[in-house]
Every structure is written in structure tokens, then in C-alpha cells.
């Protein structure tokens, strides 16, 4: 029963989550300001997101194919179709649980391809920490770009002493956690280090490749077309045509933040986009519609390709099961 409850919880609060973003920004607007946005959405240019679309969609292909090397580099054969099938599904997944879709894509790498999961697992883990250095590498150039408008946005709205407890109480669990996993001999963390064993190699598969430098050219390119897809879309709207780098780098990294830290930025996205926008004279509902259609156009790809995906991997595989049967 228990189990049960927390798996619904962890499905249902990300989503209730964003529901609560939504109904609150918009209950902040006016009977005017919903029309305004609604008229953003009736005269967005939308041949500006087919083309933010298409560059998404190189984002998602460079993403499978980064995958390869690290599973090659194991001495594990998998193709370029179920990678980027993997990745789809993994994204679509990400819908309605934060972060279930590097599980499911480990999965679908045992079932059609006949990796060990938690080597699979390992490899997707290394992925999501380069991510997250090139991510905090984009946060550093923007408070270096926009320091007083990053202050304002978050060191202003949080005070300095919450930020250190927060960090401070991070650090001593870190420490405390390495610690008991380095000495203790109970037989939980026994258990815990033979399944994590596994994770190991496709954890550190990145550092020992041959192809490395491969590996980290489409690590690049994967960010580039993310930064490239948001420029584009910066011409879907007129007011924000004229958003500066610092300006769009600055969105980028907000909007990147929802993205990975809830279920795809659900709600969360185009609320945290308006109020950065906000700083750089862009009015709430401009911002708000901005937001919106940046991430429905975003959730489209996610959905046709994540669906299209489900009904094609098996499909496209069915002799694989076939003799696995």
C-alpha cells in the first residue's frame, strides 16, 4: 500500500505542481491581459518554431548518437534507431515523472540490445553529470553577462544566509554519506555498494574512451542546438526580437533549470520565463505567451516523436524478440 502511494505521489505532485503554476499565473491576468495572450498565440509566427523544432529534433539525434560511444566503449553493440527510439521515449516519460526516463531508457537498452541495466544506467548517469557541468557552465556566463539582473532575479529573493544554510547542510549530508558508505560495514550498505557496483563502468566509461573528444564534440553540439533553438524562437513574438545574448542566455538557463528539475517544465517553464523576462521590459503576458509557446512547440516534438517511438521499437525489433522468445 505503501509502495503504491508513493509511486502515485511521484507522478501526481510534479503534474498538481505545474497545474498550480498555470492556474496561479493566470489568475493574476486581467480579462484584457488573458486576450492579449491569447492574441500573442493567434499571431505568433509559427514558422519560426517549425524551424526551433527541426533544430530540437538534430538536439534529440545528437543525443543517441553520444550514447553509442560510451555503450561501444563497454564492448556493447547497440544502433543509432534504438538510441534515438530510447531517447524519445525517455523524454515522453520525463511527462509525468521527473527523471523516469533515463530508467526507461536503460530498460529499453536490456531488452533490445542486451546491455546489463545497471551498466546502461551508469552510462545515462555520466550523460545527465557532463549535462549538468555544461549547465552550470551556461549559469556562470550568465551571472557574468547580467550579474544585477541574475541578483535581482534570485540572490535579492532569497536571503544570502538561507542560500549558505542550504548549501552548508548539502555539504555536511554529502560528507556524512561518503563516510558511511567508505566505513560502514552494516549490511544495507553492503547491499547498496554490489548494486551500484554495475554502475561503475558506465559511470567512468566517459573518462577511459577512445573517442572521448567525440563524445564531448557532441556534448557541444547537443547544448549548441538548445541555445540555438531558444535563439530562434526569440522571433516568434515581436517583443522579444530584440532580447540581447545576455538577455536570451540568461532565459535559457531559467528555462533550462525548470526543465530539469521537474517533469519537463510542466507550469513551471513559462512562469519562470515571464518573470525573467521582466527585467528586460517585457511585459508579464508577453513573457507568459513567449514561455508557452516555446515549450508547447518543445512538448509537441516530445510527444510525436516519444509516441511515435513506442509503436516503431517494437515493430522495428520484432525478430530480436521473436528469438529472445
Known amino acids: 500500500m505503501k509502495n503504491i502511494f508513493v509511486k502515485w505521489a511521484s507522478i501526481l505532485l510534479p503534474i498538481l505542481f505545474g497545474v498550480f503554476l498555470t492556474f ?10 488573458l486576450l492579449e495572450i491569447k492574441n500573442y498565440f493567434k ?26 560511444y560510451s555503450l561501444d566503449h563497454m564492448g556493447y553493440q547497440s544502433n543509432f534507431a534504438n538510441n534515438f527510439m530510447a531517447v524519445n521515449i525517455g523524454y515522453l ?53 547580467q550579474f544585477d539582473i541574475v541578483k535581482s532575479f534570485i540572490f535579492d529573493k532569497i536571503p544570502l544566509s538561507y542560500l549558505m ?17 567508505k566505513k560502514s560495514n552494516w549490511k544495507i550498505v553492503h547491499s547498496f555498494k554490489i548494486k551500484i557496483a554495475g554502475l561503475k563502468e558506465g559511470l567512468f566509461s566517459i573518462f577511459y574512451m577512445k573517442q572521448k573528444w567525440n563524445y564531448f564534440l557532441a556534448t557541444l553540439f547537443i547544448w549548441f542546438s538548445y541555445l540555438v533553438t531558444f ?13 540581447t545574448i545576455g ?15 521537474t517533469n519537463s517544465g510542466f507550469g513551471s517553464y513559462p512562469f519562470l520565463i515571464s518573470k525573467v523576462l521582466l527585467f528586460y521590459s517585457i511585459s508579464e503576458t508577453a513573457g507568459n ?17 516519444g509516441l511515435l517511438s513506442f509503436v516503431l521499437l517494437p ?9 529472445s522468445e
Open 247 to 261: 538577455a536570451i542566455i540568461t532565459a535559457f538557463v531559467v528555462g533550462s533549470i525548470a526543465i530539469a528539475f
Open 93 to 145: 516519460l520525463n511527462l509525468t515523472v521527473p527523471k523516469s526516463g533515463e530508467i526507461s531508457r536503460a530498460l529499453i537498452a536490456k531488452k533490445y540490445n542486451d546491455i546489463p541495466f545497471d551498466k546502461g544506467f551508469g552510462s545515462i548517469v555520466a550523460e545527465r553529470i557532463v549535462d549538468m557541468i555544461f549547465l552550470l557552465m551556461f549559469m556562470l556566463l550568465s551571472v557574468f553577462l
Open 43 to 68: 499571431n505568433a509566427n509559427y514558422y519560426v518554431v517549425f524551424l526551433a523544432i527541426i533544430v530540437a529534433f538534430l538536439g534529440n539525434a545528437a543525443r543517441a548518437y553520444r550514447w553509442k
Open 289 to 305: 505567451a513567449f514561455g508557452w509557446i516555446i515549450w508547447s512547440s518543445q512538448m509537441f516534438l516530445v510527444l510525436f516523436l
Open 165 to 181: 544554510l542550504i548549501c552548508g547542510t548539502g555539504l555536511l549530508l554529502l560528507i556524512l554519506f561518503i563516510l558511511i558508505y
Open 24 to 33: 496561479y499565473s493566470y489568475t493574476q491576468f486581467s480579462n484584457e491581459q
Open 231 to 243: 535563439y530562434i524562437a526569440i522571433y516568434v513574438i515581436p517583443e522579444t526580437m530584440n532580447l
Open 315 to 323: 515493430l522495428l525489433n520484432k525478430n530480436k524478440i521473436t528469438n
